[in-house]
């Protein structure tokens, strides 16, 4: 199946199910604003949960706090988003469609690629066990063209990008021929620069307002409480400081469902440092970040990291963590060295000052940072489309049946266990009540007595429930359930109070944690 078609399926899984609904849908919706429902906050919860608390619990040095969406508006001057926080857009003059230029041309920069990676997959196919990917790309003639377009591409990208050459980039789409999706044509409009944050009135006009932002992220909202937090929590650097929350930004370009948002949520860390020593631990949270990701299970091909083309105006480096979606490669989280940039100009702006005493170099200076930085949304998007399943299973009969199941990482499931009596009589339903009565502080769960069990188990499977038990007569006789796993389907019978072990082993974020470096 083609890989949009999965996700439009996945999409529309995601509704079916109470995972994601469209903001204001009744009213027909409001573009990239997306409602969590009641799957779906629990997955985001525990997104957050395995964040928050591989920072926070994990490390001696790193504080959490939760800071106001709105601030003072003269951050966002110091910070360089009023003047700087833009998108390159054009527009197609037939569609009437606005896009990001700097995104149409890394899209045309990713068909070549996903060209040389046909080419690779059939001469893999061809050759089998002695096929050399190296000295394949370095010698088959359509691959290397391909290679050459990148690099002829990439290179004046880059040189664009690095003088906001807003000209050459409308240039490049052109000499290029890139089209417009909808209407095919290359009539478009030259480039042009756009803010992207929002802006609102705080106050009464009559008591004269003032034009305040909600803001684009969270980390500003860090620096400004860098003295308070190094101060009362008595930090000493290397030290961090973890946030999660809310961010708002007006994209141009609002597509791939819950990738690209409006308002979306980010968790943060800014770990502030010597100066001189931000590249030790910039490599440092590069690898406790990959950790992180690959931690959950998914295949290791699905990462990679992706310097930055441009740095922004705060950054010595910077890098993505970038995962394979149905739609490609695309970015989940940015991990910056943003040097003293932030808190060097928000002592200028305020005009007092922000600096550490180093008692171990006898000298005051601005701290360096280095930021870790990821969407939740995106987290989740990567998440649930990774776990997203069809699968044929042969059954008795010879016939064939098929399932949805979201393989989801148990730690990180909506539901844990689902207690199904085998009927809605013999005192079957008051024994699964018991069961949950007594593991319902521990795990989230799910009583369910409709339908056969079949239909039962289909239903979890979607949702992604690792564990189902089903009490049945015998129970009453021996306190014994089967218990049912959700990726195998393998069932075993097993004492009803070996269950808390059973679940805690496999559903717990420690175990997730013992595999983090
Ligand atoms: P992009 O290049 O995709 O616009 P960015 O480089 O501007 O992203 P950052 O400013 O580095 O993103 O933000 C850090 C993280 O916040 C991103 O890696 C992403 O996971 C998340 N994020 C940023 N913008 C959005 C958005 N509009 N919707 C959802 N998540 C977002």
């Known amino acids: ?71 003072h508006p003269t951050i966002w001057k110091a910070s360089g988003h009023v003047d700087a926080f833009n998108d390159p857009l054009i527009d197609n003059k037939d569609s009437k469609k606005r896009y990001r230029a700097d995104v149409l041309i890394e899209d045309l920069m990713a068909k070549f690629e996903a060209k040389i990676d046909k080419e690779i997959a059939k001469a893999k196919k061809k050759f089998g066990e002695s096929f050399d ?34 000209e050459e980039l409308k240039q490049i789409i052109i000499d290029n021929e890139i ?33 305040i932002y909600l803001r684009p992220e969270t980390a500003q909202g860090i620096f400004v409480n860098y003295l308070n937090v190094q101060k009362t929590g008595r930090m000493k650097i ?8 809310k961010a708002f930004r007006n994209e141009i370009v609002a597509r791939q469902f819950i990738f690209r948002m409006r308002e979306f949520e980010q968790m943060e860390m800014q770990f ?15 690898e406790t970040r990959m950790s992180w990701h690959k931690a959950l299970g998914f295949p290791e091909e699905k990462y990679r990291f992706h310097d930055h083309d441009k740095l922004a105006h705060y950054a010595n480096a910077a890098t993505d963590v970038e995962f394979k979606f149905p739609f490609g490669f695309k970015e989940v989280e940015g991990i910056h060295s943003r040097t003293d940039f932030d808190l060097s100009q928000h002592q200028e702006y305020c005009g007092k000052k922000i600096q550490y005493f180093d008692p171990e170099l006898n000298k005051s200076y601005v701290p360096y940072v280095v930021e870790t930085s990821i969407g939740v ?52 339903p008051e024994k699964a009540r018991e069961i949950i009565n007594d593991l319902k502080f521990d795990f989230n769960c799910q009583y369910d007595e409709k339908d056969s069990i079949g239909k039962r188990y289909r239903r979890q499977d ?45 559903v717990s974020l420690k175990e997730l944690f013992k595999k983090l470096k």
């Open 1 to 71: 199946m083609a890989q949009e078609d999965v996700f439009k399926k996945l999409v529309a899984h995601c509704k079916e199910y109470g995972f994601v609904f469209q903001s204001s849908e009744i009213y027909d919706g409001l573009s990239a604003v997306y409602d969590y429902a009641q799957m779906g906050v629990e997955l985001k919860n525990n997104i957050k949960k395995y964040w928050w608390d591989s920072m926070v619990l994990l490390h001696e040095n790193v504080v959490g706090i939760d800071s106001a969406i709105f601030m």
């Open 133 to 166: 990917e190296e000295q394949f790309k370095a010698t088959n003639p359509r691959v290397k063209a391909n290679q050459e377009k990148i690099e002829a591409v990439h290179k004046r990208f880059v040189a664009a990008l690095d003088k906001n050459d807003l």
């Open 179 to 211: 089209a417009c999706p909808i209407s095919g044509t290359k009539n478009w409009t030259d480039v042009r620069q756009f803010n992207l944050m929002f802006s609102t009135e705080m106050g009464s006009t009559a008591d004269g307002s003032s034009k």
């Open 238 to 245: 290397p030290f961090g400081i973890a946030q999660i929350g």
């Open 272 to 286: 502030f440092v010597r100066p001189g020593e931000e590249m030790k631990w910039f490599e440092k949270w590069k």
């Open 377 to 428: 949304d995106r987290m989740f998007l990567q998440v649930i489309s990774e776990a997203y399943t069809e699968e044929k299973i042969e059954k008795e009969d010879g016939k064939v049946d098929e399932r949805v199941v979201l393989k989801l990482p148990a730690a990180l499931a909506p539901v844990k266990l689902a207690v199904m009596p085998l009927t809605k009589k013999d005192s079957l």
């Open 462 to 506: 979607a949702i992604g429930t690792p564990f189902c038990v089903t009490v049945d007569h015998q129970s009453l006789e021996d306190n014994t359930v089967t218990i049912r796993y959700r990726d195998t389907m393998e069932q075993e019978r097993v004492a009803i109070d070996q269950l808390y072990t059973i679940l805690k082993k496999e």
